[in-house]
């Protein structure tokens, strides 16, 4: 009997550990990818009818996506994003012409050595999809069409980048690299014979080594506010070392309900290879160029 009773207890023990270990929460494994962005069309439109001060009737749509896909497990860490934008403005003067025309495509390496800190390869790709005009020039006038000043590929900007990469959390991250190559690349001949861009007359590449620093971050500002933006800059080792070049592209999404939204977006440049030209066709130094973009429209986040 006592022999029983001891048993019994020792069945009764297992059970209870087992109850509890089946009772047990099982924690989820955090996710390697993290998929985001935003995507969406936006619309303008401009009516005039018996407008002493003058003007134009116009409409403008462009189209946009700005998305992320982000790996992390152990170790090792492998950004990816792609941002597009493209769209168009119609006048009664000008017709169609296009206004935004941007491709992006960006990928990061990285294997943790602290915390914070990775070595990390960076590849980077710049070019647009369209023929863009100066904005004298109107396309859809005889004889215009082969005035255009850049087109796919020309320019497009490949950067390569062995370094540092600082990610204290999943909204920011910094990359310093002592060892970049950037190329330049100006496919078309009419462009390339110019010499567009800062290529060598006559030549199709540019090819430049020098420093990188890129800094992203996003941010949540308010329940309906994001915040996406990207800093570049780069300067090479030639005897221009120090003028920095600089691309700074930001976007604010301020969504109004599940389908409408209002986006700004800005784009920020300067390239000491891109050079201005006076009415008399001199070349200038190089210029800050500018852009910002604000419309309404359907768009969805992800």
């Known amino acids: 009997m006592k022999k029983f009773l001891i048993l019994f207890s020792l069945l009764l023990s297992v059970g209870r550990v087992s109850a509890q270990t089946e009772a047990a929460p099982q924690e989820e494994a955090p996710k390697a990818w993290k998929f985001s962005g935003v995507s969406g069309l936006n619309l303008a439109q401009t009516s005039l009818t018996n407008w002493a001060a003058g003007g134009e009737n116009s409409v403008a749509w462009n189209l946009y996506l700005n998305a992320s896909a982000n790996y992390k497990k152990g170790a090792w860490s492998w950004d990816n994003a792609l941002v597009t934008d493209f769209g168009k403005t119609f006048t009664s003067t000008n017709k169609w012409l296009k206004s935004v025309d941007k491709l992006n495509l960006s990928t990061k390496v990285g294997r943790f050595v602290s915390k914070h800190w990775s070595i990390s390869a960076l590849g980077d790709f710049l070019s647009q999809f369209d023929r863009g005009f100066d904005a004298s020039t109107n396309p859809n006038i005889a004889g215009n069409k ?19 990469d600082y990610k204290p959390n999943d909204d920011f991250s910094l990359m310093l690299s002592p060892a970049t190559g950037k190329m330049t690349f100006v496919f078309d001949k009419k462009l390339s014979d ?20 890129v800094a992203n971050y996003k941010r949540k500002l308010a329940e ?19 003028n920095i070049d600089v691309n700074w592209d930001m976007m604010i999404a301020f969504k109004i309900n599940k389908f409408l939204s209002t986006t700004l977006t800005t784009n920020l440049v300067y390239d000491d290879n891109i050079k201005t030209r006076d009415d008399q066709g001199n070349i200038r130094g190089a210029k800050v160029q500018f852009r910002e973009v604000l419309g309404l429209g359907l768009a969805y986040n992800f």
């Open 224 to 242: 309906n506010i994001n915040l996406v933006t990207k800093l570049t800059l780069f300067t090479s080792y030639d005897k221009n070392f120090g």
């Open 146 to 164: 082969d005035k255009y000043i850049s087109t796919i590929f020309a320019p497009g900007y490949l950067t390569l980048a062995i370094g540092a």
């Open 194 to 213: 110019a010499g567009a861009f800062g290529v060598t007359p006559g030549k199709k590449v540019l090819a430049e080594l020098g420093a990188l620093a």
